[in-house]
């Protein structure tokens, strides 16, 4: 069965320090993969996603996400986090050939001191 | 403006009661799907529809129920049979067929079951 690890459930930064989250996926075919952040109170909103191309791939606000096939991870990073930051993170992976259905990660929360 | 939107914000009910909670999307949407979203869990499938008039179970069906009969609405019923019921209930909309596309929250709807 398909399965979505986060590897961190509750991060603590500073402002201004740099920010990894990672995610790694079981499924062996072709996927897509997906970060969405759940801001308090906010509805969840996408932050990026890859499907093909470049494995480096840039979403809203500075995050970017990096896909390692032969390491089935798609790490989400920060250079630089701001309090606003602070939110909750969720990777989702969709097998190629399955519609829209996604298969969700744990959630990563964020909390960014000012 | 397009969107989906859930309703109430806030429910509560009383032990051994049914209850609906409404998801309605003006976004023109094949596919909708419902979600639960427990502290430290994700967001775990309940039930989701790829077209009218047709919906398959996820991953936590058991207690809830579902109906399609319009391409706009998919309402979630969750029945005196769902053992723990109070949770965060988030609904999705997707365009269908390409799962490189990303699926639209609603604000989702917070269940207390007292």
């Known amino acids: 069965a398909q399965s979505v690890s986060q590897h961190n459930h509750h991060v603590i930064l500073s402002e201004a320090a740099s920010l990894e989250l990672g995610c790694n996926y079981s499924?062996?075919?072709?996927?897509?993969l997906f970060w969405y952040v759940q801001y308090p109170g906010q509805h969840l909103q996408l932050l990026l996603k890859?499907?093909?191309?470049?494995?480096l791939v840039k979403g809203i606000k500075g995050f970017e996400a990096e896909f390692i096939k032969s390491k089935f991870s798609f790490n989400l990073r920060k250079p630089s986090v701001q309090w606003s930051d602070t939110a909750e993170y969720f990777c989702?992976?969709?097998?190629?050939?399955?519609?829209?259905?996604?298969?969700f990660g744990q959630g990563t929360e964020l909390s960014v001191k000012p | 403006d397009g969107g989906i939107t859930q309703s109430p914000k806030y429910l509560f009910r009383k032990e051994g009661q049914n209850v609906t909670l409404s998801c309605e999307q003006n976004?023109?949407?094949?596919?909708m799907y419902w979600y639960r979203q427990d502290p430290g869990q994700g967001l775990r499938l309940i039930y989701y529809?790829?077209?009218?008039?047709?919906?398959q179970k996820g991953d936590i069906a058991e207690g809830y129920s579902v109906s399609r009969e319009k391409k706009e609405s998919f309402p979630l019923t969750v029945t005196s049979a769902q053992k723990n019921p109070t949770a965060f209930y988030l609904c999705?909309?997707?365009?269908?067929?390409?799962?490189?596309?990303?699926?639209?929250f609603g604000p989702g709807t917070r269940l207390t079951v007292l």
């Open positions: 890859y499907f093909s191309g470049d494995p």
């Open positions: 499924y062996g075919g072709t996927v897509n």
């Open positions: 989702a992976v969709n097998g190629g050939n399955q519609g829209g259905k996604l298969i």
């Open positions: 999705a909309c997707h365009p269908g067929l390409a799962g490189y596309n990303e699926q639209f």
């Open positions: 529809s790829q077209i009218v008039n047709d919906f």
């Open positions: 976004l023109n949407h094949d596919a």
